[in-house]
């Protein structure tokens, strides 16, 4: 399982729906991949929280340390322009790959 990553939230990209972008150093980071999903967390005190699935950033955001969340998620999962937060490989495709990994070797879930 890949790394958390501290990110910071950018303006939404127009017509972007259901996804958020990262750049393709905090994706090999968290060990994810376009079309993965990922949760993204508010604060320690903020109960901001979505899972989202990553698409690419634009070519000028590489090495910012910025995600730009779709205006869809940003509203569901309460998150403001500016915001600090942090990204994590959902815990949902690890334990469908690790449910994969038992069927393949004949174990019982």
Do not use: W
């Not at 790394?3 to 150093?25: F, H, T």
């Amino acid at each position: 399982m890949g790394g958390r990553a501290k990110l910071i939230i950018a303006e939404s990209v127009k017509g972007d729906v259901g996804v958020a972008r990262i750049d393709k150093a905090t994706m090999n980071y968290m060990e994810v991949k376009p079309g993965d999903e990922i949760d993204v967390f508010g604060g320690i005190f903020s109960p901001a929280h979505i899972r989202v699935k990553v698409v690419e950033c634009l070519p000028e955001d590489e090495g910012k340390g910025i995600i730009r969340v779709a205006a869809d998620k940003m509203q569901e999962g309460g998150f403001k322009l500016g915001m600090k937060v942090t990204a994590d490989a959902s815990m949902m495709k690890t334990l469908k790959e690790s449910l994969s990994v038992r069927k393949k070797k004949g174990e019982q879930t």
